[in-house]
């Protein structure tokens, strides 16, 4: 059996028995180099060195996977310094968290895995590990520190990534950005990583969002702090409205035609056709928790949304009946004046779309400005944007916060 061959194997175990963790590692094909000593990522991809992988047994190289997957979704590349000592805090916070999973196994000599840090985040592991002999490698939790290394800490024998900055060998190291390495534009360098860590808060609210809607439990704690950090940044709700109604409208699957920039995963995925343009679902709750401002530009930019995509919508009025319906086509302006003012009850409008669907409709997302309070539908089917003007999250779905 080929060296990709079980690293697919190991890919497709995850996928089925922890999709959580398996759909995130999805994100991440993989190169050989043999300059390495074991395995190391950089947000990218994971680079193997074949003969490595070949000495491992299949748990070990699924634990491997998963160990390096983590690496990406808890942004150790921008929340910790890219030497030993950061790798050191990244793998303890890791190890521990995949301790506990049936069917892995940790290979032999290369973690650190210390239960004096359990239930600690990467940067309170970080401020606990000794400072390395002659003072170098700081801590602290600014990724793009590149201090070097120093002296392994306690919690097990050190990993393979050598003395200094990290390179080939390292667990993880700093994302790469920017034409020509290292060596190109700064700012190019750092829009390359900004948008690299954008990419993977948003992998991990979709495998957050896959896994609750699938019923398969909660989050694990240590991501479940990451989600909580990301809900609690500021959003731009307008932009967040536009690119889910473009993300949700005008796609179907067709298996006939793979997608090319899929064609390295060892799952198959289809393309999208374009050829079906969907219809959004747009409520205001007027019940009086959304005020006039944040209606209008709501209303103003369902007219935007419509116009630039070529969709068709359906805006409902809704307290706790739906009050008024109107269908929105083109550079049609949508109502300014909102009917109803009684109480809030959600579960009308996800009766009202699944009501379209069942006719026939291709209802492709619910937008629902909201202040959250009140008896909702534990789930749907159709994916959700809720533009919530408290604290509230919504059942299912996206949630993004208005500011007052």
């Given amino acids: 059996m080929s060296t990709q061959t079980r690293i697919d194997r190991a890919r497709w175990w995850a996928l089925t028995n922890q999709p959580f963790y398996g759909s995130l590692a999805m994100r991440l094909p993989d190169k050989f180099d043999p300059s390495t000593d074991t395995a190391y990522t950089d947000g990218r991809v994971i680079a193997w060195n074949p003969t490595w992988v070949e ?4 748990e070990q190289l699924r634990f491997a996977l998963l160990h390096e997957t983590l690496h990406c979704a808890h942004q150790h590349m921008w929340r910790l310094p890219a030497d030993k000592r950061g790798n050191e805090a990244g793998d303890h916070e890791i190890n521990l968290t995949l301790q506990g999973i049936q069917g892995i196994s940790m290979p032999e000599g290369i973690a650190y895995c210390d239960a004096h840090y359990r239930g600690m985040a990467c940067e309170e592991i970080l401020g606990q590990l000794p400072e390395p002999e002659g003072g170098g490698g700081g801590g602290g939790d600014d990724g793009d520190d590149q201090n070097g290394g120093g002296a392994s800490g306690p919690g097990g024998q050190p990993g393979k990534p050598g ?4 390179g080939p060998g390292s667990h ?3 994302p790469a950005g920017g034409e020509g390495g290292p060596q190109g534009d700064p700012q190019a360098k750092a829009e390359a990583s900004q948008q690299l860590r954008d990419e993977w808060e948003g992998a991990v609210i979709q495998a957050a969002q896959a896994a609750q809607a699938l019923g398969q439990g909660s989050v694990p704690g240590d991501l479940q702090r990451i989600l909580d950090k990301i809900r609690h940044q500021s959003i731009d709700w307008r932009r967040e409205m ?5 993300d949700a409208m005008s796609t179907r699957n067709d298996w006939s035609r793979s997608t090319r920039r899929h064609a390295w995963q060892p799952v198959i995925y289809p393309r999208k056709r374009s050829d079906e343009l969907g219809k959004v679902i747009f409520v205001r709750d007027t019940s009086g928790s959304v005020n006039d401002a944040q209606l209008s530009a709501y209303s103003a930019l369902i007219t935007e949304c419509i116009s630039e995509t070529g969709c068709t919508g359906l805006l409902i009025d809704a307290d706790a009946t739906i009050q008024a319906e109107y269908e929105l ?3 049609e ?7 109803g003012g009684g109480g809030t009850d959600f579960r009308p409008v996800f009766d009202r779309a699944d009501e379209l669907v069942a006719m026939g409709d291709h209802v492709a997302g619910i937008v629902y400005i ?3 309070c009140g008896p909702a539908p534990a789930t749907s089917e159709i994916p959700t944007l809720w533009l919530s003007t408290t604290s509230q999250d919504g059942p299912f779905g996206r949630t993004v916060r208005i500011e007052a």
């Fill in 55 to 58: 000495s491992l047994t299949d």
């Fill in 163 to 166: 003395e200094g900055e990290p």
């Fill in 172 to 174: 993880f190291g700093p």
């Fill in 242 to 246: 536009a690119d889910f109604v473009k």
């Fill in 329 to 331: 086509s083109g550079f």
């Fill in 333 to 339: 302006p949508c109502p300014l004046t909102a009917k």
């Fill in 370 to 372: 909201t202040d959250l």
